[in-house]
T-cell receptor, first 118, second 113 residues
Framework: AQTVTQSQPEMSVQEAETVTLSCTYDTSESDYYLFWYKQPPSRQMILVIRQEAYKQQNATENRFSVNFQKAAKSFSLKISDSQLGDAAMYFCAYRSAEVQGGSEKLVFGKGTKLTVNP | DTAVSQTPKYLVTQMGNDKSIKCEQNLGHDTMYWYKQDSKKFLKIMFSYNNKELIINETVPNRFSPKSPDKAHLNLHINSLELGDSAVYFC????????????FGPGTRLTVL
């Protein structure tokens, strides 16, 4: 079974600075998808960024980018120019690519709580 | 319009009661899920349904029974509620290939007293 590990329960960053959140995963599959979700205090789960394993190029979405290292099974999230609104729980998630018909499930890490200091 | 909606958003009840949480998606997706987020914020899959058919049942106690009257709805009924059932329950709906991105509802915070 796949597992996702986020080794940083909490992180903090100064406004306008850059922070990197770590995520590693364990899988024997060759193709899969990786996601970062943000959960602010409102508890809504918001997709931040996604990466397909067979694409070498790291995904970017505005101030958010990932460092995907497939061999190391690492998928870190970098937030540049941090804003107060970035404060939230961040979850790394894994999904297999080789299943169909509703059997895809997201496997989540335990989350990293990010605090942004003004 | 809200893509995935859940009712109620908050539910407080006594141990031993039976309660239901409703979920509806207006995205036209075939697959829906229930996830549980415990007090330590850990999110775990409970069930998935594809076109009203149960696909995933992740060793959830049989006091939990999902029901899908049509592919736009996936409700969660919980019998004989226990203190340990207190959690936030999220419904999600799966988008199109290849990303099959899951769109989450706002969550229902269940508190069992």
């Amino acid at each position: 079974a796949q597992t996702v590990t986020q080794s940083q329960p909490e992180m903090s960053v100064q406004e306008a600075e850059t922070v990197t959140l770590s995520c590693t995963y364990d899988t024997s599959e060759s193709d899969y998808y990786l996601f970062w979700y943000k959960q602010p205090p409102s508890r809504q789960m918001i997709l931040v960024i996604r990466q397909e394993a067979y694409k070498q190029q790291n995904a970017t979405e505005n101030r958010f980018s990932v460092n995907f290292q497939k061999a190391a099974k690492s998928f870190s999230l970098k937030i540049s120019d941090s804003q107060l609104g970035d404060a939230a729980m961040y979850f790394c998630a894994y999904r297999s690519a080789e299943v169909q018909g509703g059997s895809e499930k997201l496997v989540f890490g335990k989350g990293t709580k990010l605090t942004v200091n003004p | 319009d809200t893509a995935v909606s859940q009712t109620p958003k908050y539910l407080v009840t006594q141990m031993g009661n039976d309660k239901s949480i409703k979920c509806e998606q207006n995205l036209g997706h075939d697959t829906m899920y229930w996830y549980k987020q415990d007090s330590k914020k850990f999110l775990k899959i409970m069930f998935s349904y594809n076109n009203k058919e149960l696909i995933i049942n992740e060793t959830v106690p049989n006091r939990f029974s999902p029901k899908s009257p049509d592919k736009a709805h996936l409700n969660l009924h919980i019998n004989s509620l226990e203190l340990g059932d207190s959690a936030v329950y999220f419904c999600a709906s799966k988008g199109e290939h290849p990303w099959n991105e899951q769109f989450f509802g706002p969550g229902t915070r269940l508190t069992v007293l």
